[in-house]
């Protein structure tokens, strides 16, 4: 069965930093759009950082400059460094593999923590 599984979340204090991984099975990793997406409690699930299949990186406002997307095509895994920390970062991580043509792939999700 294909899936996505993530690595990384935990609890950090403000200004702190965490590594989040997702590993895919290789037929997911070498056709889908790989990409991040988070959810705090009371909020719709949003965006944070997409990497598209034409070599663009999307990455929302509101982590550019701290959070880096990136993968590894070796092992089929995305990871999302998370640097400079801020309390509302704090949210479940969510990774997605998404094609136009077939349905999405979704992670398990990992709770990131952000607090002094």
């Known amino acids: 069965q294909e899936q996505l599984v993530e690595s990384g979340g935990g609890l950090v204090q403000p200004g702190g930093s965490l590594r989040l991984s997702c590993a895919a099975s290789?037929?997911?990793?070498?056709?889908?759009?790989m990409g991040w997406y988070r959810q705090a409690p009371g909020k719709q699930r949003e965006l944070v950082a997409v990497?598209?299949?034409?070599?663009?990186?999307i990455v929302a406002d509101s982590v550019k400059g701290r959070f880096t997307i990136s993968r590894d095509n070796a092992k089929n895994t995305m990871y999302l460094q998370m640097n400079s920390l801020k309390p509302e970062d704090t949210a479940v991580y969510y990774c997605?593999?998404?094609?136009?043509?077939?349905?999405?792939?979704w992670g398990q999700g990992t709770q990131v923590t952000v607090s002094s």
């Open positions: 990497l598209r299949s034409v070599g663009m990186t």
């Open positions: 997605n593999a998404h094609s136009a043509i077939f349905a999405d792939y």
């Open positions: 290789a037929s997911i990793f070498s056709r889908y759009e």
